[in-house]
């Protein structure tokens, strides 16, 4: 089975420029998780969806970043405009419902000039 | 307010031998569990144990076991018989409270390097 896909694995951007990271849950998992990952502030939860839904946005740090699950198989997490301070490393995960883990996926590491 | 507790930084332990990774943890939620991830420098987040609340045993899976000591507030990982490919970033985690059981809260890690 495919785990948790994410695309691109590798992104540098220039400051200013738009950037969308993209996921791949799980087949049938319900739930969808994006993190972010820092040396400074480690593993934090930025948004998570039930089916499809965003439930808990608490963790997106400011305007510049949205999310959005369109159908049970595909997230976007878009950061517009970027900023270098958004350099980190961007992890999609997912779990089903009933489940105790979250599977992650391989990460999208963003550099931001 | 939920927190999670990993206070080595780093940790050394010779090949074949077993090693105690610790978590400590803080919640007002009666039900609750508790999860170990490992992060290789490849970058993944692999899931290793799961160990909820309520569970009479301690949680293993194959050379990972869970010491949950409810009273303490800990959940160390025990690493029996180490092996080099267990170098790696450890992160302890625990389910969000209340409403928010399906999130995870992660510690700060723990690196650890085995020696040949």
């Not at chain 2, 987040?45 to 507030?73: C, H, P, V, W």
Request: net charge negative; charged share 20%; glycine share 8%.
């Amino acid at each position: 089975d495919a785990g948790v896909i994410q695309s691109p694995r590798h992104e540098v951007t220039e400051m200013g420029q738009e950037v969308t990271l993209r996921c791949k849950p799980i087949s049938g998992h319900d739930y969808l998780f994006w993190y972010r990952q820092t040396m400074m502030r480690g593993l934090e939860l930025l948004i998570y969806f039930n089916n499809n839904v965003p439930i808990d946005d608490s963790g997106m740090p400011e305007d510049r970043f949205s999310a959005k699950m369109p159908n049970a198989s595909f997230s976007t997490l878009k950061i517009q405009p970027s900023e270098p301070r958004d350099s980190a490393v961007y992890f999609c995960a997912s779990s089903g419902a009933g489940v105790n883990e979250q599977f992650f996926g391989p990460g999208t590491r963003l550099t931001v000039l | 307010a939920q927190k999670i507790t990993q206070t080595q930084p780093g940790m050394f332990v010779q090949e074949k031998e077993a090693v105690t990774l610790d978590c400590t943890y803080d919640t007002s939620d009666p039900s609750y569990g508790l999860f170990w991830y490992k992060q290789p420098s490849s970058g993944e987040m692999i899931f290793l144990i799961y160990q909820g609340s309520y569970d009479q045993q301690n949680a293993t899976e194959g050379r990972y076991s869970l010491n949950f000591q409810k009273a303490r507030k800990s959940a160390n990982l025990v690493i029996s018989a180490s092996q080099l490919g267990d170098s790696a970033m450890y992160f302890c985690a625990m389910r969000g409270e209340g409403g928010a059981t399906n999130k995870l809260i992660f510690g700060t890690g723990t690196l650890l390097a085995v020696q040949p």
